[in-house]
Each structure stands twice: as C-alpha cells, then as structure tokens.
C-alpha cells in the first residue's frame, strides 16, 4: 500500500517558470489537501478538496491553482515562481469522517525558487 | 477566525522525565483536535485525537493528551521520555461544522537529552 506518493522530491525553478507538483493516494480518501511548511511557521493549509470536481481555497492560496480530476489525483500547480514560494510542499488525504479523521502525509517535495 | 497556537518553539527534557507540549487553541464552535510529530525528513504522522467524550486521551508511543474546554488547551505529555521521541511536533484542530479545514500550529521542538 504505497499511501500517498508525492512527486518529485526536490525541484529548482527560476523566478517566473511554471511547474505541477503531483500528488496521488492509494487508499480511496475523499480529502485531500496541500500545505506549504516554512521555517518556524508550521504548515499553511493552500488548497483542498472533498472530492473529484471540488476544491477550495486554504489560507494561503495565492499564486497557486488545483485540480481535482479524480478520487486519487490532487496536483498543485504553481504559476509565474516567486522566492516567496520556496518552501516544503506536503500534500496530505484523509477519510473525512469525523470518527475516523486522520490525516496522511506525504513524504514533501522541497522546492527552491531562484 | 479559527486558530491553534503552540507557544514554545522549543522544549528540552532529560531522558525518563515527563514531558510536556503546549497547545491552545481557538474556535467559534467545538473543535476536533489532533496532534502529529515529524521526523527529520519526513512527512507528519498521526499521534492522536480528541473528538469527544473523555478528557485525557491516548495515542501512539506512550503520549497522552489533555482536552481543557475552560482553558481552551489540549497539551501532549508522556510520564517518561526517550532520546526517540526528539522530533517536530504540531497541534491541529477542525471545526466540528467544518468538513474540511484542518489548521495547524507552528510546531515545537522536542529535545531529549541522554
């Protein structure tokens, strides 16, 4: 059971190009959601969905846009990179239902834009 | 606004003493809480949750945590800590009418010295 599976792990764009980080989960989840995590800020919810064809905006949502095509695929989509944006990337899935609410990570993709 | 603070950055524990890691948080209605640890390099894993009932629940590894409604906190602590259980260490809450907004705090370094 490969869980959720994000890549790629590391990246290094210039200032101004685009890129798709991608993310998939295995395990059926309804949710799904995608978080930046900078130095001692903790982790900033971007984007997240509740199902194929349904997304929203997080906290910090500029910049960035997703899709959700799919149950399993949840890619973000960073357009024009900024400095501002470098950061770890976690995309995460969960279940949804209260009772059995718990979040499942990916392992991040660190990205530096320069 | 919905919000979770972690009001240390940093919290150093000798190894076999108990240990302690603040939590508190803010809502508008009653709130689902959770707590994750990080290790270096990895992406967040699920510790435990208090959804109702008891106060003082328990989850992975040993660690406990206390749900205090007046004081609006939910702390993580363990009787006895292990030079293992260094890592990053964050709070989250959901809004019980929210089905998908989970929030996260800023983290705290736990450190145990041998």
């Known amino acids: 059971n490969a869980g959720v599976t994000q890549t790629p792990k590391f990246r290094i764009l210039k200032i101004g190009q685009s890129m798709t980080l991608q993310c998939a989960q295995d395990m059926n989840h309804n949710y799904m959601y995608w978080y930046r995590q900078d130095p001692g800020m903790g982790l900033k919810l971007i984007y997240y969905s509740v199902g194929a064809g349904i997304t929203d905006k997080g906290e910090v949502p500029n910049g960035y846009n997703v899709s959700r095509s799919t149950t399993e695929d949840f890619p973000l989509r960073l357009e024009l990179a900024a400095p501002s944006q470098t950061s770890v990337y976690f995309c995460a899935s969960s279940y949804g239902e209260i009772t059995n609410e718990k979040l499942f990570f990916g392992s991040g993709t660190q990205l530096s834009v320069l | 606004a919905q919000s979770v603070a972690q009001p240390e950055d940093q919290v150093n524990v000798a190894e076999g003493n108990p240990l302690t890691v603040k939590c508190t948080y803010s809502v508008s209605g009653n709130p689902y809480l959770f707590w994750y640890v990080q290790y270096p390099n990895r992406g967040l894993q699920f510790l435990l949750k208090y959804i109702t009932g008891d106060n003082l629940v328990k989850g992975s590894y040993g660690f406990e945590a206390e749900f205090n409604k007046s004081q609006t906190s939910f702390h993580l602590k363990k009787p006895s800590a292990l030079v293992s259980d260094s890592a990053l260490y964050f709070c989250?809450?959901?809004?019980?009418?929210?089905?998908?907004?989970?929030?996260f705090g800023s983290g705290t370094r736990l450190s145990i010295r041998p």
């Open positions: 989250a809450v959901r809004l019980y009418s929210s089905a998908s907004k989970i929030i």
